[in-house]
């Protein structure tokens, strides 16, 4: 409907004199107004529209304001300086607005868009167990995996396992050592998780390998971590892949047919200096090794090759330097520019009683995210993860995390879900059930504030797949959240007396519980019916 509406003032605005004799009109867009605007869109068209008109935007915007308020769907419509445009909808047009605005035909994500995006994240060496940045790309990279796919955009998960290399030699070492109740070497794997697991070491297997079995015992470990953490990726794909399938060598004959690559100091390597990296990159050691990066190149046209369009790669703090590189990989191969992202989140500091929490004695240099999530909660640190841009640290305060009151975000918005689940089972016990309304009721002006903001669902999880960070449906949820409240405190919901009016705002009810729920979903966190 809010489609409609926008093409139906656009239509107006473009056939209306005062605007006819120009070719070409910038297009309406809506945005959400700010919360000190009582309206339920904003515009900045006249703005836009300025520079084409050589007018002014602010008598752009009073001749445009005028011309859209005589719309039915449109109550009132406002300009303000320096040209903002300000409509409220008619209060039949909001609710059946709101109702719209719901997703629809999730099954068939995918059908929608001729892109197919892979994103592939946490990816961590197979040598410990998962730590708490891990878990931050991990609710990144799935709540944008499940906002892509709810809006009908194809999007694969892909978790790389680097099981190749000599880190299984050092990990045997250091399971060795642990076996023997000693120290691991120096350059090891120092955590105590290997004591625990030198006891499931097999009768009779071969030292030599002591590394792959630990190895692959680990990777378990890791699986079950993003299994409880209700991650789920299409694919989990090993290097080893690459290696039996004589894909670094391909590569490399590639890169060297297009004359791409050039040898120096008996080593391969790839001139990513001049696509702005810092300096040229080996590909291949003066022994004869391949390098790793020779390794994500290969992975990368594999992704291609797989039918992939976009690939957007989550990395952690430490990976700065990749980006410049890959992308100047990705432009050797042949690609296009934009078909590759990388994102970058940055590092997590758990917060408790106002201190850094420093380590964990068991993963050795880091705080594993089972214990992460032992502590606070899968919800928790889903919604916390979920909450803050990938590019700015985030302080993790476990006090709050643990806390069940409204300073809790996510308890905050949980208990919206389950707050309402409450009103229906008591609406049911005196013969109310939502439905879907033909006509509103008496909607105050909490009810109202509630309706418009959940016009901007859709166009939140766009912004999200836009700006490539989830937070943005975080704030939404607990504004949402926070409207509900205002709205539960001053609006009696179930009136006996005034059957209209509950049926109503049972009808608003309903659409904010599939709202939140839906949003809960999508960044990895239960909505309870009972809190």
């Known amino acids: 409907m809010l489609s409609n509406l926008r093409n139906k003032i656009q239509d107006r605005l473009t056939k209306d004199p005062y605007f006819a004799e120009f070719d ?31 007018k002014n935007p602010l008598d752009i915007a009073k001749k445009a304001a005028k011309v859209i308020e005589q719309l039915d769907e449109v109550a009132q419509c406002d300009f303000l300086a320096p040209g903002f445009i300000n409509i409220k909808l008619d209060d039949t047009f909001l609710v059946e607005a709101a109702r719209d605005r719901r997703l629809k035909n999730r099954e068939t994500a995918g059908t929608q868009s001729k892109e197919k995006i892979l994103i592939e994240f946490v990816s961590a060496n197979p040598t410990g167990p998962l730590h708490v940045a891990s878990g931050r790309g991990a609710s990144l990279g799935d709540s944008l995996v499940k906002i892509h796919r709810a809006l009908g955009i194809a999007c694969d998960a892909e978790y790389y396992i680097n099981d190749a290399g000599n880190q299984a030699q050092l990990l045997g070492e250091s399971l060795k050592a642990r076996a023997q109740g000693k120290e691991p070497p120096e350059n090891g794997y120092h955590g105590e998780y290997l004591i625990d697991l030198a006891k499931r070491i097999p009768e009779g297997l071969p030292e030599s390998e002591y590394g ?89 046209k594999n992704k291609y090759d797989r039918g992939y369009t976009k690939l957007i790669d989550i990395l952690g703090a430490d990976h700065h330097g990749y980006v410049p590189r890959m992308e100047a990989a990705v432009k050797a191969l042949g690609k296009e520019p934009h078909s590759f992202k990388a994102i970058i989140h940055q590092l997590v500091h758990l917060i408790e009683n106002g201190e850094k929490v420093k380590m964990s004695k068991r993963a050795g240099t880091f705080i594993t995210l089972r214990d992460l999530t032992q502590d606070v909660g899968r919800d928790a640190c889903r919604f916390f993860f979920a909450g803050r841009t990938p590019n700015a640290h985030l302080n993790f305060d476990l006090n709050i995390a643990k806390k069940r009151s409204n300073e809790n975000p996510v308890f905050y918005v949980q208990y919206v879900h389950a707050r309402i689940c409450s009103i229906f089972n008591t609406a049911k016990e005196k013969g109310f059930e939502p439905l879907a309304m033909t006509e509103p009721g008496n909607i105050s002006k909490q009810e109202r504030a509630l309706l418009s903001k959940m016009l901007w669902f859709k166009k939140t999880l766009e912004t999200c797949v836009k700006d490539l960070s989830p937070h943005h449906l975080t704030s939404y949820l607990t504004e949402l959240a926070s409207l509900f409240h205002a709205f539960y405190d001053s609006s009696r919901v179930i009136d006996e007396a005034d059957e209209k009016t509950t049926r109503s705002r049972l009808f608003t009810c309903q659409l904010v519980q599939e709202r939140i729920a839906k949003g809960l979903e999508l960044i990895g966190v239960s909505a309870p019916e009972h809190m």
């Not at 910038?26 to 945005?31: L, T, Y």
Request: aromatic residues 10%; proline residues 4%; hydrophobic residues 40%.
């Open 24 to 54: 070409i009109l910038p297009q309406v867009e809506f945005a959400p107004p700010p919360s000190h605007i009582d309206a339920d869109i904003s515009l900045v068209w006249a703005m836009a529209c300025a520079k084409a008109l050589r």
């Open 212 to 300: 792959r079995f630990a190895m692959e015992e680990i990777i378990k470990t890791q699986q079950e971590d993003m299994k409880a953490f209700d991650v789920e990726f299409t694919r989990w794909f090993r290097e080893s892949e690459l290696h039996k399938e004589k894909a670094l060598d391909k590569i490399l004959d590639l890169l060297k047919k297009q004359n791409k690559v050039y040898e120096k100091d008996g080593a391969v390597w790839l001139g990513t200096s001049a696509d702005h990296d810092d300096k040229d990159r080996v590909l291949v050691r003066a022994d004869g090794r391949p390098t790793y990066f020779l390794a994500d190149i290969a992975y990368h």
